[in-house]
């Protein structure tokens, strides 16, 4: 393995996700942290640690030219974007490949061709890939995109052509609503990616969002690893996710992954990558948009091939060929993931911040947790609500469920609330059970106090009181994390504070 050391330019659980796959390899791992990571498990479990600035991620994990910095300072040869932050910035590839450090993600140009929706979508046009009815370029006149519409048929959807997550995207179900509906999404595309640029789509209802992994080395060579089912969203944000899809047929599998490589090695695709599709009741599967990069839901596609999508990115990165062929493939059991977030559920998800003197999070058969918090760890205000994830494997799909249950049963976490209680009625509802659902599930599903009884609701809200008097006692007490054995030491710098931290540290609460 040509690298030697590896820094992670993100935070929180895939940070460490990433930090155990170099452990696995030898490879020696370097963290980045905010001001308000300082106490973060990442930074914890890293071999060394630097500080990139101030909390908010504007200031710290999206300084491109901070990171690259500590890099050729702690003489890093490659650095692993994550998710989020700078993972789908082609100018930051560009960046570590003008610094001389191997980017583990594909190619700036492939980001840059396949981030764009609109180009991705001629793309897959021009190599046959089946894309929902819409424009193949962005639309600039009112007039024209009335047109559009028309002869595409309402619903539409307006879509931003940079970024994702739901920003920028509009469902205009009648002409009178399409020009506010362009602004509007041309405005929040603006706020949120800095280009306004949109484009329409038909809205199609009723659909399945299933995505296809995919990975490709530089020597030519590109697999999938079958799909993973997405379509339990809350606001275009994926809550649960299950491999494999329990609507899929082989058949079926075989022709969206076949699809799936085509378009990826016509954008000269090199790395881990997803291709997301729209499935119809009527079986037809339209290309959605490429991410390019790791997902959060990888987990389930490692359970069940077998494979450590982490290492197979460094091996990639590091310019060792696939070891297998796609007939290599082979898919054991079935695996779901719920991302435990710090969310209050009861109040329309709103965020649930402060220190967690204590947690319980599960374990036993087929029960993984790939997780960012510890007892004493604070949840911040700054950045993604996500704080685990769980992931159960089964033999079956019935038998996942059931270990599902189980785990989020088993997860405690005081001193916040989380969306543990909502993920267990979904998994418990009819539609779940029998994986009867689409897209518009979470909507059709309403609010948590509908699928609770208030004697329950009333039991944890008790226990969230008794929970918030601990941790003021665990504070009046002045508890603290305290490192007994650090490894400190002090790197050259120009002026800022640089430190190492080891990863020999004992905690007391």
């Given at each position: 393995?040509?690298?030697?050391?590896?820094?992670?330019a993100?935070?929180?659980?895939?940070?460490?996700?990433?930090?155990?796959?170099?452990?696995?390899?030898?490879?020696?791992?370097?963290?980045?942290?905010?001001?308000?990571?300082?106490?973060?498990?990442?930074?914890?479990?890293?071999?060394?640690?630097?500080?990139i600035?101030?909390?908010?991620?504007?200031?710290?994990y999206?300084?491109?030219?901070?990171?690259?910095?500590?890099?050729?300072?702690?003489?890093?040869?490659?650095?692993?974007?994550?998710?989020?932050?700078?993972?789908?910035?082609?100018?930051?590839?560009?960046?570590?490949?003008?610094a001389?450090?191997?980017?583990?993600?594909?190619?700036?140009?492939?980001?840059?061709l396949?981030g764009?929706?609109?180009s991705?979508?001629?793309?897959?046009?021009?190599?046959?890939?089946?894309?929902?009815?819409?424009?193949?370029?962005?639309?600039h006149?009112p007039?024209?995109?009335?047109?559009?519409?028309?002869?595409?048929?309402?619903?539409?959807l307006?879509?931003?052509?940079?970024?994702?997550g739901?920003?920028?995207?509009?469902?205009?179900?009648?002409?009178?609503d399409?020009?506010?509906?362009?602004?509007?999404?041309?405005?929040?595309?603006?706020?949120?990616?800095?280009?306004?640029?949109?484009?329409i789509?038909?809205?199609?209802?009723?659909?399945?969002?299933?995505?296809?992994?995919?990975?490709?080395?530089?020597?030519?060579?590109?697999?999938?690893?079958?799909?993973r089912?997405?379509?339990?969203?809350?606001?275009?944000?994926?809550?649960?996710?299950?491999?494999?899809?329990?609507?899929?047929?082989?058949?079926?599998?075989?022709?969206?992954?076949?699809?799936a490589?085509?378009?990826?090695?016509?954008?000269?695709?090199?790395?881990?990558?997803?291709?997301e599709?729209?499935?119809t009741?009527?079986?037809?599967f339209?290309?959605?948009?490429?991410?390019?990069?790791?997902?959060?839901?990888?987990?389930?596609?490692?359970?069940?091939?077998?494979?450590?999508?982490?290492?197979?990115?460094?091996?990639?990165?590091?310019?060792?060929?696939?070891?297998?062929?796609?007939?290599?493939?082979r898919?054991?059991g079935?695996?779901?993931?719920c991302?435990?977030?710090?969310?209050d559920?009861?109040?329309?998800?709103?965020?649930?911040?402060?220190?967690?003197?204590?947690?319980?999070?599960?374990?036993?058969?087929?029960?993984?947790v790939?997780?960012?918090?510890y007892?004493?760890a604070?949840?911040?205000?700054?950045?993604?609500p996500?704080?685990?994830?769980?992931?159960?494997?089964?033999?079956?799909?019935?038998?996942?469920?059931?270990?599902?249950?189980?785990?989020?049963g088993?997860?405690r976490?005081?001193?916040i609330?989380?969306?543990?209680?909502?993920?267990?009625?979904v998994?418990?509802?009819?539609?779940?059970?029998?994986?009867?659902?689409?897209?518009?599930?979470?909507?059709r599903?309403g609010?948590?106090?509908?699928h609770?009884?208030?004697?329950?609701?009333?039991?944890?809200?008790?226990?969230?009181?008794?929970?918030a008097?601990?941790?003021a006692?665990?504070?009046?007490?002045?508890?603290?994390?305290?490192?007994?054995?650090?490894?400190?030491?002090?790197?050259?710098?120009?002026?800022r504070?640089?430190?190492?931290?080891?990863r020999?540290?004992?905690?007391?609460?």
């Amino acid at each position: 393995m040509p690298i030697r050391k590896l820094l992670i330019a993100n935070r929180g659980e895939i940070a460490v996700r990433i930090i155990r796959a170099c452990r696995d390899l030898g490879i020696a791992s370097v963290a980045v942290y905010s001001d308000a990571d300082r106490n973060a498990l990442h930074v914890r479990q890293a071999d060394e640690a630097y500080p990139i600035g101030p909390a908010p991620a504007r200031d710290s994990y999206l300084r491109a030219d901070v990171i690259i910095d500590v890099a050729r300072r702690c003489g890093a040869d490659a650095i692993h974007p994550g998710y989020g932050f700078l993972s789908e910035r082609a100018e930051f590839a560009e960046a570590c490949r003008d610094a001389g450090i191997l980017f583990v993600g594909p190619p700036p140009e492939a980001i840059r061709l396949l981030g764009d929706k609109v180009s991705a979508r001629q793309l897959a046009i021009a190599n046959d890939v089946p894309v929902v009815p819409g424009t193949e370029a962005e639309i600039h006149d009112p007039v024209e995109a009335a047109r559009i519409a028309e002869g595409i048929g309402y619903p539409v959807l307006l879509k931003a052509s940079a970024g994702g997550g739901g920003k920028g995207m509009r469902v205009v179900r009648a002409p009178g609503d399409l020009e506010d509906a362009i602004r509007a999404a041309s405005g929040e595309a603006t706020a949120a990616f800095g280009y306004g640029g949109v484009y329409i789509e038909k809205y199609l209802e009723h659909v399945r969002h299933i995505e296809i992994q995919l990975l490709a080395d530089s020597h030519g060579n590109c697999v999938h690893l079958g799909e993973r089912e997405c379509s339990i969203q809350r606001r275009h944000q994926k809550l649960i996710e299950e491999s494999p899809s329990p609507v899929l047929d082989p058949d079926t599998r075989a022709a969206m992954g076949a699809v799936a490589v085509r378009a990826a090695q016509a954008a000269g695709y090199v790395n881990a990558g997803t291709i997301e599709f729209l499935f119809t009741p009527e079986r037809h599967f339209y290309f959605l948009e490429m991410n390019t990069r790791l997902q959060v839901e990888h987990p389930v596609t490692e359970l069940v091939t077998g494979l450590d999508l982490v290492q197979e990115q460094l091996r990639i990165a590091a310019g060792e060929p696939l070891g297998y062929t796609q007939a290599d493939i082979r898919f054991h059991g079935h695996a779901i993931e719920c991302r435990v977030t710090a969310e209050d559920p009861e109040h329309n998800f709103r965020p649930s911040i402060g220190r967690i003197p204590a947690i319980n999070e599960p374990t036993g058969p087929g029960v993984r947790v790939d997780s960012a918090v510890y007892p004493g760890a604070e949840v911040s205000i700054y950045y993604d609500p996500m704080i685990a994830k769980v992931i159960c494997w089964g033999s079956d799909r019935a038998q996942a469920i059931r270990r599902m249950r189980r785990a989020l049963g088993e997860y405690r976490a005081a001193g916040i609330l989380t969306n543990i209680p909502y993920q267990e009625a979904v998994i418990d509802s009819p539609e779940f059970q029998q994986a009867d659902f689409d897209t518009s599930f979470v909507e059709r599903f309403g609010p948590l106090a509908s699928h609770t009884d208030p004697a329950e609701r009333a039991r944890a809200a008790r226990l969230a009181a008794v929970a918030a008097a601990l941790t003021a006692h665990l504070d009046r007490e002045k508890s603290a994390v305290h490192p007994v054995q650090g490894d400190l030491e002090t790197a050259p710098d120009d002026g800022r504070q640089w430190r190492a931290v080891g990863r020999r540290l004992a905690f007391h609460v």
